[in-house]
C-alpha cells in the first residue's frame, strides 16, 4: 500500500528554490535563532597528514573557505604531489581471473598472472596537491574521524592530499559492489567503507579513503556522493567496468603529539562546543547535541547508507532538524521536499527516518 507521503507537497520557497542540486538550506535545515554566530575568531591548527609543520587556520565561514585557508597555510601547489599511475585490468568474478601484483620500494615488483591482464606502472610526474579531505585528531585514513559540518573547537585537523593514481577495471559479478560513498562537501567523493566479502573487497587495490575521479572515462570530480552512489549501482550487471582512483599520499604511521588534539580512545567534538559550518550562510558556534539526538542522527546516517549507499553526519542531521517538530510523516516529507527536493527520496526511506525520529523525540531530546 503506497504511503502517499507526498499528497501535502507545498510549492519551493524562495530561500530554498535557488539551491545548487542536493545542498540543503544549511546545515541544520532550522531556525538560526537556536544558534549563535562566533563571538570572536576562532583559531584552528592543521598539518598535512603525511607530516608537514603545524599551521594556524582562521576566519573562515564555510567548508569551502576552510579548504582554501588550509590549502593557503601550506602552500600546496601542483608540483608539491608527485603521482605514479597504476593500471590494472582485474577481473574479480573467479579465482582463475585474478591478477596477483606485487608492488615493493623499487615500484612493481613482479605481476603473476592466471588470465589476460596487464599492470603498468608510468613514471613519476606532477600532479595536483589538492586536499581530498580532513580528519580530525588523527593523521590516518580514519573514515569515523572525518571532517565534516562539524567542527569541535579544540579538534586538530590533518589535510589528506593526492597521492598514487590508480586506474583499475573491475568485474560486476553482482548487483551491489559492496562500497559507502561519501564526499568532502568541496567537490571530491571517495570510499567511506567496503564490504567484506563484496565485489570491491576482492580487489584489493581499491582502499577505503581512496578518491573515485571517474567511472569509464567520465570525471565526476564536483558530484556529491550520492549521485556517484547511483553511477555506479546502474552500472550493469556481468560487465567490466573501469575507475580511476587516487590514494591520500602517506608517511610513516607516526604518534599524535601532546598538542595535536585527543587521544585516539576519545570522540571527536566531545567539548562543550561546536562551530557549524554550512554551505550556504555563516557558521555558528553551537551546543554540542544530547545523547538521544546524537544517536538518532547516527542512526538516520545507518538509513542513508543501506537506502542510498552513502553516509553523511551532516545531512543526516539536517533531516533530524527538518523533522523534529513535525508531528506526522506527511509533514515530515513536505519539509524533505522543500528542503533536500532533488534527493528525491523513496517513501519507505522517509517513513523509516521518521521512525527514528519519532522515537527520539519519545525519549525526549
Known amino acids: 500500500m503506497p504511503l502517499k507521503l507526498r499528497g501535502k507537497k507545498k510549492a519551493k520557497s524562495k530561500e530554498t528554490a535557488g539551491l545548487v542540486e542536493g545542498e540543503p538550506t544549511g ?24 607530516g608537514s609543520a603545524t599551521g594556524r587556520v582562521e576566519g573562515f565561514s564555510s567548508i569551502q573557505e576552510l579548504y582554501a585557508q588550509i590549502a ?5 601547489s601542483p608540483s608539491e604531489v608527485r603521482r605514479q599511475v597504476l593500471r590494472l585490468s582485474r577481473l574479480s ?9 606485487s608492488v615493493g620500494p623499487g615500484g612493481l615488483s613482479g605481476v603473476s598472472r592466471s588470465a ?8 613519476p610526474g606532477a600532479s595536483r596537491g589538492k586536499i581530498l579531505y580532513c580528519t580530525l585528531n588523527t593523521p590516518k585514513i580514519d573514515m569515523e574521524r572525518l571532517l565534516g559540518g562539524q567542527l569541535g573547537l579544540e579538534d586538530f585537523i590533518f589535510a ?11 568485474y560486476k559479478s553482482e548487483d551491489s559492489l559492496g562500497l559507502t560513498i561519501t564526499d568532502n562537501g568541496v567537490g571530491y567523493a571517495f570510499i567511506k567503507r567496503i564490504k567484506d566479502g563484496g565485489v570491491i573487497d576482492s580487489v584489493k587495490t581499491i582502499c577505503v579513503g581512496d578518491h573515485i575521479e571517474s567511472i569509464n572515462g567520465e570525471n565526476i570530480v564536483g558530484w556529491r556522493h550520492y549521485d556517484v552512489a547511483k553511477k555506479l549501482k546502474e552500472l550493469k550487471k556481468e560487465e567490466l567496468f573501469t575507475m580511476k ?9 607516526i604518534e599524535l603529539r601532546s598538542k595535536a588534539g585527543k587521544s585516539s580512545g576519545e570522540k571527536i567534538g566531545c567539548g562543550r562546543a561546536t562551530l557549524r559550518l554550512r554551505s550556504k550562510g555563516p557558521a555558528t558556534v553551537e551546543e554540542m547535541p544530547s545523547e538521544t539526538k546524537a544517536k538518532a542522527i547516527e542512526k538516520i546516517d545507518d538509513v542513508l547508507e543501506l537506502y542510498m549507499g552513502i553516509r553523511d553526519i551532516d545531512l543526516a ?42 522515537d527520539a523525540k519519545r525519549r525526549g531530546l
Open 116 to 123: 589476460k591482464s596487464d599492470a603498468v606502472l608510468s613514471p
Open 317 to 358: 542531521t539536517t533531516m533530524f532538524e527538518a523533522g523534529k517538530d513535525k508531528v506526522n510523516p506527511d509533514e515530515f516529507a513536505v519539509a524533505l521536499d522543500e528542503t533536500l527536493g532533488d534527493f528525491a527520496f523513496p517513501d519507505e526511506f522517509v517513513f523509516d527516518v521518521w521512525g527514528v525520529i519519532g
Open 93 to 101: 568474478a573467479a579465482p582463475r581471473r585474478a591478477a596477483r601484483i
Open 27 to 50: 546545515a541544520g535545515g532550522g531556525s538560526l535563532s537556536a544558534s549563535r554566530a562566533p563571538a570572536r575568531r576562532l583559531v584552528f591548527h592543521a598539518q598535512l597528514a603525511h
Open 72 to 76: 593557503g597555510a601550506f602552500e600546496i
Open 245 to 253: 582512483l587516487i590514494e591520500p599520499k602517506k608517511a610513516f604511521e
Open 160 to 170: 589528506h592530499v593526492k597521492g598514487i593514481e590508480k586506474e583499475v577495471n573491475v
